[in-house]
């Protein structure tokens, strides 16, 4: 019953036992010392009353003789007086003195009885002498008789007394050695039961928590190395330990499951992802070369419109942006480029998109000089379609225009690229139908001018592995951000 009881206790109630049984000792220790003290200090209090009473009888018996005598010659009452006085105080000592020597040793009995029955005579005689004070059988009868009983009593008290200081200090050494043994032996016991439950304690201990505990992290430690098949630690408690091996044993049963449901998925996975990989690069490939038809009609009727306005320069840099913006469509095979190469397509982009929006929009550029434009290699058309749907989604509808800010910084993984416009934005509904071709596998919107959607830049970035994303945030009436995390080593190993 009790080893029932000790394997399905929690650890918490094994050690509350275990300090319980501590305290328990400890008191029990604690008891025994004060109550061995308390009778020794009674003994040493009881001998001390007996050389008290003794003492205080003998010194009132000197008292009381001395003033007997200075009566018996001047017969003065007051000496009289003073004599009652302390033969009063003698008669209830010398009862005490004759009580107190009876647990005494032979030899204070003997001296105890000799003073009791010596103040009996003693007290008779002074009865008889006190009615004949003053006649001459009275002087005869004191100094005869009294005078030798008070030698007597004064004898036996000094006996008594250096008798009794003398076996009470023997008593006292035996008293101090029996203490200090019965000390030494509690103590010792004592010991010898902390050592032992501490031992036992931590035997069980080391039995139901240390050794379970360390063969788990054994197991454990084996699972970390990729061993699911390492031998499983049988623990028979119901403890907490008991509980936990259980739950770590199911646990590594699911992840051993879960392993080769992982690796027979991950081997048709590997087919389905090589051809998923192909068909988007193909399918990238072939939207570089779609242009919008109401893209271009509207970037030609500007060039005309300021080509009859005036003659000036500007209608050669829109014309030149135009051209070098068809060069970078017609002729990028590629599908990674250097991230110099699309910065200069958005600068050509917005170069003919200011022509014909005028003051009312305006691009920012924020990009660390850490980062090395000429040697970056991003995807292909991953800048202008996203500003594209900043300038036609957010900038246009908003009569009074806005800004295009552009971020490109560095990071601990790669690159982020942020485009943010401060646009009409977006409602809830409009950002989760946005999320949804993602998730459905069809393509998004598709842009303005090159036709490639936010989907399709999105699955390109995903396919660079390494946690490359693409996240989209916005606000109604505050705008809209697009950012783009690129893992270089994702990146270097696509290229």
């Not at 105890?112 to 001459?136: C, F, K, S, V, W």
């Not at 646009?423 to 071709?437: K, S, V, W």
């Not at 916005?474 to 080593?489: A, D, F």
């Amino acid at each position: 019953m009790l080893v029932s009881f000790w394997s399905s206790s929690s650890i918490r109630t094994k050690i509350l036992l275990y300090i319980l049984s501590l305290l328990l000792v400890a008191d029990l220790f604690m008891v025994l010392t004060f109550l061995r003290e308390r009778m020794f200090l009674e003994q040493y209090h009881e001998q001390t009353n007996i050389h008290y009473e003794i003492a205080t009888f003998r010194h009132h018996f000197n008292l009381a003789s001395q003033h007997l005598e200075n009566h018996m010659v001047s017969l003065s009452e007051e000496d009289l007086e003073e004599y009652r006085k302390f033969k009063a105080a003698m008669d209830v000592r010398v009862g005490t003195i004759a009580s107190g020597t009876r647990s005494a040793s032979t030899g204070e009995q003997v001296l105890g009885r000799a003073i009791l029955n010596m103040y009996a005579h003693y007290d008779t005689r002074i009865q008889r002498l006190l009615p004949h004070q003053r006649e001459a059988s009275g002087y005869i009868l004191y100094y005869n008789e009294i005078t030798v009983l008070e030698k007597y009593i004064q004898a036996y008290c000094e006996q008594l007394l250096n008798a009794s200081l003398r076996n009470s200090q023997e008593a006292y050494v035996d008293m101090e050695r029996h203490m200090l043994f019965q000390a030494t032996a509690m103590g010792t016991g004592f010991l010898f039961f902390f050592l032992l439950s501490h031992l036992l304690f931590h035997r069980l201990l080391k039995r139901d928590v240390l050794s379970p505990l360390h063969g788990l992290a054994t197991e454990a430690a084996a699972i970390a190395n990729g061993d699911l098949d390492s031998p499983e630690v049988v623990v028979r408690n119901t403890d907490e330990i008991g509980r936990l091996a259980r739950v770590f044993h199911r646990m590594k049963q699911s992840m051993r499951e879960n392993l080769q449901i992982t690796q027979q998925l991950h081997a048709q996975e590997l087919h389905g992802l090589t051809m998923e990989k192909l068909l988007i690069q193909e399918k990238a490939f072939r939207l570089q070369a779609q242009i919008k038809p109401h893209f271009l009609y509207n970037t030609l009727n500007t060039i005309s419109r300021t080509a009859r306005l005036e003659e000036s320069p500007k209608t050669e840099a829109l014309l030149m942006s135009l051209s070098q913006f068809f060069r970078y469509i017609m002729q990028t095979e590629d599908s990674m480029v250097p991230l110099e190469r699309e910065i200069s397509l958005v600068r050509h982009y917005m170069n003919l998109q200011q022509s014909r929006f005028g003051d009312r929009i305006s691009m920012r550029w924020r990009i660390s000089p850490f980062v090395d434009l000429d040697h970056t290699l991003v995807p292909t058309f991953l800048l202008q379609p996203l500003v594209e749907n900043s300038l036609g989604h957010g900038l246009a509808p908003k009569p009074e225009g806005g800004c295009i800010r552009i971020r490109i910084h560095e990071c601990k993984e790669g690159l982020i690229i942020s485009v943010a416009d401060n646009g009409i934005g977006m409602e809830r509904n409009a950002l989760e139908a946005l999320e949804a071709p993602r998730h459905a596998g069809v393509d998004g919107d598709s842009g303005l001018g090159t036709g490639i959607g936010l989907t399709n830049i999105r699955r390109r970035v995903e396919m660079l592995g390494g946690g490359s994303r693409l996240t989209v945030a916005s606000r109604p009436g505050m705008g809209t951000v697009v950012r783009i995390h690129l893992h270089m080593e994702g990146v270097e190993h696509y290229a």
